[in-house]
């Protein structure tokens, strides 16, 4: 049997990402310069042997997902499927607010003076939840343990799915948020993190016991190498 290896990838930058608003399970297409990214993201993974591919249901993701398999050079056979359960937290009444507004808000719920504060303390995930349960006032967000058990399930059956069928490697396109919780429920030293960029690659291998491992988080290096060649393929 081969390793079981996802390789999990924060979707292309879109219209919402560049106007830095909250953006959950609200939409928006990638931008020009977003589908760049992937393009080049395409072009690095082109090679890796993919034996499936699972993408959140968010058209963003989505639309990812297909930018990367129209690059593959298997892409056309590789099995695709959506899965709502690894798309991103949602944000209720915050939705489409900048994120500045958000996570002003926030902090301010959670008692502390600032966004730089709550950061100081390594807030957890759960307050998190708690507070945007707090603060949307339309009654739309989850709770902190909805979000752990669709996250946590969606990708343990991915896993268990592609483990049954022999391993490999799957690709998957999910959101900022959800791939950093999902590290933390993985490793609780992972700390809540905003940082994991447009196209990066985050590899999770998943053992014969159930368990899954960090390997890498949030790299760019397969974007890097597309371009690469890319430039040669312009030469």
Same mark, same amino acid.
């Given at each position: 049997?081969? *390793?079981?290896?996802? /390789?999990?990838? %924060?979707?292309?930058? #879109?219209?919402?990402?560049?106007?830095? +608003?909250?953006? =959950?399970?609200?939409?928006?297409?990638?931008?020009?310069? =977003?589908?760049?990214? &992937?393009? /080049?993201?395409?072009?690095?993974?082109?090679? !890796?042997?993919?034996?499936?591919?699972?993408? $959140?249901?968010?058209? +963003?993701?989505? @639309?990812?997902? %297909? &930018?990367i398999l129209g690059e593959h050079k298997t892409g056309s056979k590789i099995s695709y499927s959506v899965d709502n359960r690894i798309r991103e937290w949602c944000w209720g009444s915050l939705e489409g607010g900048y994120d500045s507004e958000m996570w002003g808000v926030l902090p301010r719920?959670?008692?502390?003076?600032?966004?730089?504060?709550?950061? @100081?303390?390594?807030?957890?995930?759960?307050?998190?939840?708690?507070?945007?349960?707090?603060?949307? #006032?339309?009654?739309?967000?989850?709770?902190?343990?909805?979000?752990? #058990? %669709?996250?946590? $399930?969606?990708?343990?059956?991915?896993?268990? %799915? &592609?483990? *049954?069928?022999? =391993?490999?490697?799957?690709?998957?396109? $999910?959101?900022?948020? #959800?791939?950093?919780?999902?590290?933390?429920?993985?490793?609780?030293?992972?700390?809540? +993190?905003?940082?994991?960029?447009?196209?990066?690659? !985050? +590899?999770?291998? /998943?053992?014969?016991?159930?368990?899954?491992?960090? @390997?890498?988080?949030?790299?760019?290096?397969? &974007?890097?190498?597309?371009?690469?060649? $890319? *430039?040669?393929?312009?030469?």
């Amino acid at each position: 049997m081969e *390793k079981v290896e996802l /390789y999990v990838i %924060r979707h292309g930058k #879109t219209m919402f990402n560049a106007l830095q +608003r909250a953006q =959950g399970w609200c939409d928006t297409p990638l931008t020009e310069k =977003g589908a760049e990214m &992937i393009h /080049y993201l395409g072009l690095g993974l082109k090679e !890796t042997d993919f034996v499936e591919a699972v993408s $959140s249901d968010s058209g +963003r993701a989505i @639309e990812t997902m %297909r &930018i990367i398999l129209g690059e593959h050079k298997t892409g056309s056979k590789i099995s695709y499927s959506v899965d709502n359960r690894i798309r991103e937290w949602c944000w209720g009444s915050l939705e489409g607010g900048y994120d500045s507004e958000m996570w002003g808000v926030l902090p301010r719920i959670l008692n502390f003076k600032d966004s730089a504060e709550m950061w @100081e303390t390594n807030i957890s995930f759960k307050k998190i939840a708690e507070a945007v349960k707090d603060a949307d #006032t339309a009654n739309w967000a989850e709770d902190f343990e909805t979000i752990k #058990t %669709r996250v946590l $399930s969606g990708f343990e059956d991915i896993a268990h %799915r &592609i483990q *049954k069928k022999g =391993g490999g490697k799957a690709i998957i396109v $999910s959101h900022g948020f #959800t791939i950093a919780f999902l590290l933390n429920l993985i490793d609780e030293t992972q700390p809540v +993190r905003v940082d994991l960029q447009n196209g990066s690659v !985050t +590899r999770i291998s /998943y053992d014969e016991n159930g368990n899954f491992n960090i @390997e890498e988080v949030g790299s760019t290096n397969f &974007i890097e190498e597309g371009k690469k060649i $890319s *430039k040669n393929l312009l030469a």
